[in-house]
């Protein structure tokens, strides 16, 4: 039997209990609505939002690899343009030198076609001086190797290696000089196979160049994917179903008003205990 007292009002502690209980559901239903997440900090779910944070920087660091790629990339394409430039300027050289290579010429043409050849010999050295992007020229000498970031971590990258355009490089070979020229028929012919040489060799640094973009571009796609799919991730970890929540919250609401109710009728029950003394 219920003890009647005016002291101890066990009805009210119960009722009071369940509304303390439905006031913090219905706390954490708002909180989650107006964060849009379920797991906003370490307290509402520690190992979860540990993995979550884990993912986050994983993510965050991926913009510095795609920066990284995108750079890489555009420095490359920057070499490769260049390239394509000093290729052209190389094949009306060899056109310049082959008529040149003509016995029957006299020898102002001749002289004509070498001012040509000078002016376009000139023009190399100019195109590959100002093959730059951020300050890096993948086409002078001792010129810029791009090393882009690979992963988030850092311990990898994609390596893109210089290729030294200028007169006199690597890839003209030494006999092109910044002072090539001819001023007869047999210098213009012996200059012609330069040329040829010189062309062949542009045309695999260009390839290089191209492979190393192409490569840098599949991954800085790979990147944006891969970042995508973390993001994705992070959001079913701690991620808030909205509409489950809104149902959840009109539910609460209602308790809410059902609990004061109960804890108005267990406060007045002991008023009842007056009619005993009348």
């Known amino acids: 039997m219920a003890l009647n007292s005016v002291n101890t009002n066990v009805g009210a502690m119960i009722a009071l209990q369940n509304l303390n209980s439905t006031n913090s559901e219905l706390a954490t239903v708002q909180a989650r609505i ?7 900090s370490a307290k509402d779910n520690g190992a979860v939002w540990a993995i979550a944070q884990s993912q986050r920087s994983e993510s965050t660091a991926l913009n510095s690899v795609k920066e990284s ?12 343009a260049a390239g394509e430039t000093v290729s052209d300027l190389l094949v009306q050289m060899k056109e310049k030198a082959l008529a040149a290579s ?3 010429l006299n020898t102002t043409s001749r002289n ?48 893109v290696q ?19 020229t001819f001023t007869t028929a047999t210098q213009a012919k012996g200059i012609v196979s330069l040329m040829n040489t010189a062309l062949d060799k542009v045309s695999t640094a260009l390839t290089k160049l191209g492979t190393g973009s192409k490569a840098l571009g599949t991954h800085l796609d790979f990147t944006t994917k891969l970042q995508d799919s973390l993001d994705a991730g992070v959001g079913n970890l701690v991620d808030a179903d909205l509409a489950k929540e809104s149902a959840r919250l009109q539910a609460l609401q209602t308790k809410q008003q059902l609990g004061i109710q109960a804890l108005s009728i267990a406060n007045s029950s002991s008023s009842t205990l007056l009619s005993l003394f009348r």
């Open 34 to 40: 107006n964060t849009g997440k379920k797991v906003g």
């Open 69 to 80: 790629l995108q750079r890489g990339q555009s420095t490359v394409d920057v070499a490769m």
């Open 102 to 104: 003509d016995t029957t």
């Open 112 to 159: 004509a076609l070498a001012e040509d050849f000078k002016a376009l010999r000139d023009q190399i050295g100019k195109t590959v001086a100002n093959a730059e992007f951020n300050g890096a020229n993948m086409l002078k000498t001792s010129g810029t190797t791009v090393q882009a970031l690979a992963n988030a971590k850092g311990t990898s990258s994609i390596t």
């Open 162 to 180: 210089a290729q030294n355009m200028g007169l006199g490089g690597t890839v003209l070979t030494a006999s092109l000089s910044s002072t090539v």
